[in-house]
């Protein structure tokens, strides 16, 4: 059970990684130039992490987007355009959620 729970971990770890590192080229580009009027030129794959989650929260629901005041920004994305943010940042919660599930395992069952 420890190693199927931990090798879930790994991969959804990994796709989200590899998520991130194809949006930084591509998609998050035409955000950064939206929001902030240019894009990074030399940007790494850690500011990229630390810029999804600011973009995903807007891009989950129009209400949040709203309530921030980035209604402008949620609407002027599409939602196929968005999709990939989403899943990215939901496979790295499920990753976080499975590393503890690891841990919890580890614990106090082994």
Do not use: C
Not at 16 to 27: A, D, E, M, N, P
Not at 78 to 100: H, N, W
Request: glycine share 6%.
């Amino acid at each position: 059970m420890f190693l199927i729970v931990m090798f879930l971990a790994i991969i959804f770890g990994f796709v989200s990684l590899v998520i991130v590192v194809i949006l930084g080229r591509t998609r998050m580009k035409e955000v950064d130039k939206y929001v902030y009027g240019h894009n990074f030129e030399h940007d790494s794959i850690f500011f990229q992490i630390a810029r999804l989650p600011q973009y995903t929260t807007v891009f989950s629901s129009r209400w949040y987007a709203k309530r921030t005041g980035q209604l402008e920004f949620y609407e002027h994305f599409d939602k196929k355009f968005k999709q990939p943010f989403l899943f990215s940042f939901y496979f790295a919660v499920l990753s976080g959620f499975f590393i503890f599930i690891t841990w919890v395992i580890q614990g106090y069952y082994l």
